[in-house]
């Protein structure tokens, strides 16, 4: 009996201590975590890159931009209300409610971190036309014209218009200066506030403070200034090398100064007087050397559009893709909305380029790292996580 007591006393035992080593009947061992890999961030980081642009009022359950988002990391989104591929309206906007919902139903796939971008400048530049719903809005040439508190409350109508809709993002203001009142894009257009460097730096200061204090992300544009082009770099190169003024610049130098720059769109126009013949936005002597090194800016650089004429005409997509990361931006704005035709696989075309060109050592991925974390750092001092 005193032989049986003792096997089966060890049996209980020896059947504790197994099952306080398994890992499933202990409190205090933690559930595995899955690591993310290299390749996993690569990916990650190279969504969060891009700016993409869509069609559709509404995301339907066959809507890319669902998969672009989800699958791809896509980062951050830009609105038109025109279809340029088919001429047609309302790509994206209809009415006030319905870009509402379409900019909820956006972050709501992408878990809220989502930058969502437009044109607002007002005037000629607006994408939320008063034939939908929403507010008029003057031109900055115009609001200038009638004085400084027009140009504020203008900016405010703008700003509350896009913190109602649910963006986030504006492209604007627009900080060229007026130096060539007959070009195409700019003064023709009542685009500029003014032919004085020092009134587009006052005017464009209340632009960036309205927006900051409605939530609203200022982007300014075109850097190195496209006010003297005599053509439009939607249509094909531009070439300023000639008309270009030194005094274009100021309007960027005293704003980053003031510390409140954020985003800063370079053009693609081309200008020699800076050290090369390539556009500007695929220029490492424009972005690196004049806007990082020498006025000091370390916040979010942004390409215009690489769908314009200036850029699909001469560079297939892989090349300007490249020589913009190259150049130094952070931000690759792929709209899918230039002359051309539409591409629902934009988006997986691209971030497959980019990963083969680091794959190749053509990339840097730690460069691509950190564009992506100025992206995100941006996100996350307006609480965009």
Partial sequence: MKKQFFIITLIAALTTMACSQNPANS??????????????QLLEDIGEMLLVGF??????????????????????????????????????????????????????????????????EGGNVTRLRVKDGFPKTLSAQASAEAGEKSVVENALVIAQELDEAGINLNFAPCVDVNTNPNCPII????????????????YARHWIDVQSKEGIVS?????????SASGDTHAGLVDVTKTWQESELEPYRKLIADGKVEMVMVAHVI?????????????PMVVKEKLRNEMGFNGVVVTDDLAMGAIAKQYGLEEALKMAILAGCDMLCLSNNGSGTYDPELVPHAVEAIRQMVENGELSAEDIHTSAERIRALKKAHSIK
């Fill in 27 to 40: 409190q205090d061992t933690a559930t595995p975590q899955t690591t993310k890999t290299d390749k996993d």
């Fill in 271 to 283: 200008n020699r007087k800076l050290g090369d013949n390539l556009p500007a936005s695929l220029s």
């Fill in 55 to 120: 069609r559709g009022t509404t995301l339907g359950e066959n809507n890319h931009i669902v998969r672009d988002i989800t699958e791809y990391h896509v980062g951050s989104i830009i609105l038109f209300e025109y279809d340029a591929p088919t001429g047609t309206r309302h790509r994206n906007i209809s009415s006030p409610e319905q870009v509402k919902q379409l900019c909820h139903d956006l972050q709501k796939h992408a878990k809220g971190h989502l930058l969502i971008g437009i044109d607002q």
């Fill in 187 to 202: 003064g023709k257009l009542g685009r500029s506030f003014s032919s004085d460097p020092a009134l587009v730096v006052k």
């Fill in 219 to 227: 982007c300014l544009k075109h850097f190195p200034g496209h006010g």
